[in-house]
Protein backbone atom coordinates (compact mmCIF):
# COMPACT_ATOMS: atom_id res chain seq x y z
CA UNK A 1 0.00 0.00 0.00
CA UNK A 2 1.18 3.31 -1.11
CA UNK A 3 2.52 5.64 1.78
CA UNK A 4 0.37 8.73 2.92
CA UNK A 5 3.99 10.84 2.40
CA UNK A 6 2.94 10.80 -1.85
CA UNK A 7 -0.48 12.26 -1.48
CA UNK A 8 0.41 15.28 -2.07
CA UNK A 9 3.19 15.02 -4.88
CA UNK A 10 2.18 16.21 -8.11
CA UNK A 11 1.86 14.31 -11.31
CA UNK A 12 5.06 12.68 -12.58
CA UNK A 13 5.36 13.32 -16.21
CA UNK A 14 8.03 10.47 -18.41
CA UNK A 15 10.01 12.35 -21.03
CA UNK A 16 12.44 10.13 -23.20
CA UNK A 17 13.12 8.83 -26.56
CA UNK A 18 11.76 5.64 -28.10
CA UNK A 19 12.57 3.01 -26.21
CA UNK A 20 13.53 4.60 -22.95
CA UNK A 21 11.16 2.28 -20.96
CA UNK A 22 8.71 5.57 -20.34
CA UNK A 23 5.63 3.15 -20.18
CA UNK A 24 6.60 -0.11 -18.25
CA UNK A 25 8.98 2.35 -15.66
CA UNK A 26 5.47 4.52 -15.76
CA UNK A 27 3.33 1.48 -14.56
CA UNK A 28 5.74 0.27 -11.76
CA UNK A 29 5.83 3.98 -10.63
CA UNK A 30 2.11 4.32 -10.69
CA UNK A 31 1.81 1.15 -8.61
CA UNK A 32 5.01 2.37 -6.08
CA UNK A 33 2.36 5.57 -5.55
CA UNK A 34 -1.10 4.22 -5.56
CA UNK A 35 -1.77 6.34 -8.92
CA UNK A 36 -3.26 6.19 -12.19
CA UNK A 37 -1.14 5.30 -14.97
CA UNK A 38 -1.83 6.51 -18.41
CA UNK A 39 0.51 6.56 -21.63
CA UNK A 40 -0.68 9.57 -24.10
CA UNK A 41 0.15 7.63 -27.27
CA UNK A 42 -2.74 5.10 -26.28
CA UNK A 43 -5.14 7.85 -25.08
CA UNK A 44 -4.42 9.31 -28.45
CA UNK A 45 -4.83 5.60 -30.47
CA UNK A 46 -8.02 4.73 -27.52
CA UNK A 47 -9.86 8.45 -28.42
CA UNK A 48 -9.45 8.25 -32.06
CA UNK A 49 -9.99 4.57 -32.93
CA UNK A 50 -6.65 5.07 -35.45
CA UNK A 51 -2.92 3.25 -34.69
CA UNK A 52 -0.55 5.96 -34.55
CA UNK A 53 1.14 4.63 -37.82
CA UNK A 54 -2.45 5.59 -39.13
CA UNK A 55 -2.77 8.96 -37.78
CA UNK A 56 0.86 9.72 -39.10
CA UNK A 57 -0.30 8.13 -42.75
CA UNK A 58 -3.04 10.29 -43.08
CA UNK A 59 -2.61 13.09 -40.92
CA UNK A 60 0.81 13.17 -41.15
CA UNK A 61 3.24 14.08 -38.10
CA UNK A 62 1.68 17.81 -37.79
CA UNK A 63 -1.81 16.46 -37.34
CA UNK A 64 -0.21 13.63 -34.87
CA UNK A 65 1.14 16.76 -32.85
CA UNK A 66 -1.93 18.35 -32.35
CA UNK A 67 -3.71 15.68 -31.21
CA UNK A 68 -1.17 14.54 -28.91
CA UNK A 69 -0.88 18.69 -27.93
CA UNK A 70 -4.99 18.29 -27.35
CA UNK A 71 -4.29 15.52 -25.06
CA UNK A 72 -1.34 16.06 -23.01
CA UNK A 73 -3.01 19.85 -22.23
CA UNK A 74 -6.17 17.71 -21.22
CA UNK A 75 -4.10 14.57 -18.78
CA UNK A 76 -2.04 17.54 -17.63
CA UNK A 77 -5.46 19.10 -15.87
CA UNK A 78 -6.05 16.12 -14.31
CA UNK A 79 -4.58 14.83 -10.42
CA UNK A 80 -3.02 11.67 -9.08
CA UNK A 81 -1.36 10.52 -12.34
CA UNK A 82 1.76 9.34 -13.89
CA UNK A 83 1.86 10.00 -17.52
CA UNK A 84 4.07 8.50 -20.17
CA UNK A 85 4.43 10.71 -22.89
CA UNK A 86 5.45 9.91 -26.75
CA UNK A 87 9.06 10.58 -28.01
CA UNK A 88 8.36 13.66 -29.69
CA UNK A 89 6.05 15.01 -27.38
CA UNK A 90 8.59 17.82 -26.33
CA UNK A 91 8.82 18.90 -29.44
CA UNK A 92 5.98 21.43 -29.42
CA UNK A 93 6.52 24.14 -27.46
CA UNK A 94 3.03 24.11 -25.17
CA UNK A 95 3.17 20.73 -24.28
CA UNK A 96 6.57 21.15 -22.29
CA UNK A 97 4.79 24.32 -20.99
CA UNK A 98 2.59 21.83 -19.99
CA UNK A 99 4.42 19.43 -18.38
CA UNK A 100 7.29 21.76 -16.69
CA UNK A 101 4.13 23.84 -14.87
CA UNK A 102 2.05 21.42 -13.97
CA UNK A 103 3.85 18.63 -12.23
CA UNK A 104 7.23 16.76 -12.09
CA UNK A 105 8.87 15.74 -15.19
CA UNK A 106 11.59 12.83 -15.20
CA UNK A 107 13.39 12.40 -18.37
CA UNK A 108 14.65 8.76 -18.85
CA UNK A 109 17.85 9.55 -21.08
CA UNK A 110 18.55 6.55 -23.15
CA UNK A 111 21.79 6.42 -25.60
CA UNK A 112 21.02 5.52 -29.35
CA UNK A 113 22.44 1.92 -29.25
CA UNK A 114 19.69 0.83 -26.31
CA UNK A 115 17.07 2.54 -28.02
CA UNK A 116 17.40 0.49 -31.00
CA UNK A 117 17.84 -2.60 -29.22
CA UNK A 118 14.50 -2.42 -27.84
CA UNK A 119 12.87 -0.58 -30.75
CA UNK A 120 13.86 -2.49 -33.95
CA UNK A 121 11.39 -4.91 -34.66
CA UNK A 122 8.74 -2.66 -33.48
CA UNK A 123 6.47 -1.67 -36.56
CA UNK A 124 4.38 0.47 -34.42
CA UNK A 125 7.05 3.80 -34.73
CA UNK A 126 6.56 5.82 -37.76
CA UNK A 127 9.13 7.45 -37.64
CA UNK A 128 11.36 4.41 -37.40
CA UNK A 129 10.47 3.17 -40.58
CA UNK A 130 13.62 3.94 -42.74
CA UNK A 131 16.78 2.27 -44.05
CA UNK A 132 18.43 3.69 -41.40
CA UNK A 133 17.09 3.46 -37.76
CA UNK A 134 20.03 3.91 -35.47
CA UNK A 135 20.81 6.79 -37.84
CA UNK A 136 17.49 8.00 -37.62
CA UNK A 137 17.51 7.76 -33.73
CA UNK A 138 20.93 9.42 -33.42
CA UNK A 139 19.13 12.61 -35.20
CA UNK A 140 16.24 12.51 -33.48
CA UNK A 141 18.22 12.81 -29.52
CA UNK A 142 20.58 15.39 -30.65
CA UNK A 143 16.77 17.50 -31.85
CA UNK A 144 15.33 15.99 -28.65
CA UNK A 145 17.94 15.82 -25.85
CA UNK A 146 18.22 19.40 -25.53
CA UNK A 147 14.30 19.91 -25.51
CA UNK A 148 14.44 16.94 -23.17
CA UNK A 149 16.46 18.40 -20.60
CA UNK A 150 15.11 21.73 -20.76
CA UNK A 151 11.32 19.99 -19.53
CA UNK A 152 12.91 17.79 -16.95
CA UNK A 153 13.33 18.10 -13.17
CA UNK A 154 15.18 15.24 -13.10
CA UNK A 155 17.11 13.12 -15.35
CA UNK A 156 17.32 9.27 -14.88
CA UNK A 157 19.70 7.21 -17.24
CA UNK A 158 17.81 3.84 -17.85
CA UNK A 159 20.69 1.71 -19.14
CA UNK A 160 21.13 0.42 -15.65
CA UNK A 161 18.30 -1.56 -13.64
CA UNK A 162 15.30 -3.11 -14.19
CA UNK A 163 12.22 -0.83 -14.95
CA UNK A 164 10.80 -2.02 -11.27
CA UNK A 165 14.50 -0.40 -9.89
CA UNK A 166 13.91 2.43 -11.95
CA UNK A 167 10.57 3.53 -10.82
CA UNK A 168 11.87 2.89 -7.08
CA UNK A 169 14.58 5.24 -7.62
CA UNK A 170 12.56 8.04 -9.43
CA UNK A 171 10.28 7.98 -6.26
CA UNK A 172 13.26 8.13 -4.04
CA UNK A 173 14.74 10.97 -5.90
CA UNK A 174 11.03 13.11 -6.01
CA UNK A 175 10.86 12.27 -2.40
CA UNK A 176 14.19 13.54 -1.00
CA UNK A 177 13.90 16.46 -2.89
CA UNK A 178 11.15 18.66 -1.86
CA UNK A 179 12.97 21.37 -3.13
CA UNK A 180 11.42 21.08 -6.73
CA UNK A 181 8.01 23.42 -7.33
CA UNK A 182 6.18 23.24 -9.75
CA UNK A 183 6.59 27.00 -12.26
Known amino acids: MPSK ?10 VGPMGAGKTTVGR ?20 TGASIP ?8 VGFRERETAVIDELTER ?13 QAPNRQFLKQRGIVVYLYTPVEIQLQRTYRDKNRPLLQVENPEQKLQELLEIRDPLYREVAHYIIETNQGAARDLAQKILNLISNNSQVSVE
Open 5 to 14: EFDTLPNIYL
Open 28 to 47: HLAELLGREFLDSDHEIERK
Open 54 to 61: WIFDKEGE
Open 79 to 91: SALVLATGGGAVT
